[in-house]
């Protein structure tokens, strides 16, 4: 138990440190520019911090090496984004409001999950309503979106590299959550009538 306590505190202490990082960065950036983009994607990591330090615990933790890797990579990689002095690819307002999008996505389904929400793949109890009813990883749908948008914003070769590598990760996260998850007889029932991971119609 105490090996269990002290690993979730270095994750809530290790979460809280990227993110401060990101916020220096993101903040200084709209002190200058005057660009909302980079502020929707700080509030979409700041609810990773509430969420982390209130969450319960889990049923069942996924403690594989797979599982920490894209765990580590995923959540590692977006406070690691920086903004540049390259020019967005479209107007800040045209990414601010798909941002926006990827924002509300995001927020509704972490409040769908409440305390269930966590870092880990892991069972916290499962979740089938609000924009679960659609998809079965929404807040992974959001990331995806706020991350492109931010991209497209700041694209420069380091942010290029860390949303390839950071996405990539994520969606083999949700893919190793539904693994963890599929030893449970309601997660099965539920994935009968929501067939999609991400994207409805595509993946």
Same mark, same amino acid.
């Given at each position: ?6 690993r979730? !505190?270095?994750?809530?202490a290790l979460v809280?440190?990227l993110?401060a !990082? ?10 200058r520019?005057g660009?909302?983009?980079g502020l929707?994607?700080l ?5 990773i911090v509430i969420?982390?330090?209130v ?6 933790i996924d403690?594989s090496?797979?599982?920490?890797? $894209?765990?580590?990579?995923?959540i ?7 903004a540049?002095?390259t020019?967005?690819?479209?107007p800040?307002m045209?990414?601010?409001i798909?941002?926006?999008v990827?924002?509300?996505l995001?927020?509704?389904g ?11 793949p892991?069972?916290?109890?499962v979740?089938?309503?609000g924009?679960?009813?659609?998809v079965r990883?929404?807040?992974y749908?959001?990331?995806?979106? $706020?991350?492109?948008?931010f991209?497209v ?6 942010n !290029?590299v860390?949303?390839?590598v950071?996405d990539t990760? !994520? ?10 998850l ?8 539920y994935?009968q009538?929501?067939a999609?991971?991400?994207v409805?119609?595509v993946?």
């Open positions: 138990m105490l090996r269990e306590a002290t979730d !505190l270095a994750a809530r809280a440190s993110f !990082l990101l916020s220096i960065n993101l903040l200084a950036d709209f002190l520019t660009h909302i983009t929707l994607l509030v979409s990591e700041a609810l969420l982390t330090v969450r319960r615990r889990a049923q069942i403690r090496t797979a599982a920490a890797v $894209t765990t580590t990579l995923s590692v990689g977006p406070p690691l984004l920086r540049g002095q020019p967005g690819l479209l800040d045209v990414t601010a798909v941002s926006a990827g924002l509300l995001v927020i509704g972490k409040m769908t999950l409440g305390r269930s929400f966590g870092i880990a892991a069972n916290r109890g979740v089938a309503r924009p679960y009813m659609i990883h929404p807040i749908a959001g990331y995806l979106i $706020t991350h492109v948008a991209l914003a700041q694209p420069t070769p380091l !290029l860390i949303v390839a950071a990760a !994520l969606i083999a996260r949700a893919l190793i959550e539904e693994r963890v599929s030893t449970d007889v309601q997660y099965r029932t994935c009538r929501v999609w991971h991400l409805p119609g993946f």
